[in-house]
């Protein structure tokens, strides 16, 4: 069994209503200490407006009939949004134009800083290379970033 501290900071860790309903099974369920933390039933009833305590009344009621009479002519309101919420979807949409920008600026380039279209140049093909009418040993070489290639051809020995 995993101690009640433990516990405790997995049940925070991760809201999520099936975890935390395993964790109230394997040990809330079963540690003495952690039971006795709980409130007890009469403690309990005392957070629920009790029935006896609910008097709707006269007034209860005529405010209802108000309300559903103004209803009928009145448009309905907007909700209005938190602060908060206008503030995360101002984020949202800030992360989402810096991807769409960081994209749009990188996507023709590699990652050795070369453009894509620059390296894609025409094709280069040496099928046979002759010196003084013999066949010759040709060596290819291009530079890194660069799109010269360099063909050094010499007799074979």
Excluded at 45 to 62: H, I, K, M, S, Y
Excluded at 86 to 102: E, T
Aim: glycine share 8%.
């Amino acid at each position: 069994m995993i101690s009640c501290n433990a516990a405790d900071f997995l049940y925070r860790l991760l809201p999520v209503k099936p975890w935390r309903g395993f964790l109230i099974r394997v040990h809330f369920d079963r540690c003495p200490h952690c039971q006795k933390q709980l409130a007890g039933a009469a403690e309990a009833r005392t957070l629920f407006v009790q029935e006896a305590d609910f008097r709707p009344g006269v007034a209860l009621w005529q405010g209802i009939a108000g309300s559903l009479a103004e209803e009928d002519g009145a448009t309905p309101e907007k909700p209005v949004l938190a602060a908060g919420s206008r503030i995360w979807r101002w984020a949202a949409a800030g992360i989402i134009v810096a991807f769409m920008v960081g994209y749009w600026a990188w996507k023709d380039n590699r990652p050795d800083g070369v453009p894509v279209a620059a390296s894609a140049s025409a094709r280069f093909e040496l099928e046979y290379v002759r010196v003084g009418g013999q066949p010759a040993d040709a060596y290819v070489y291009q530079p890194q970033g660069s799109d010269m290639i360099i063909v050094w051809a010499g007799k074979a020995n």
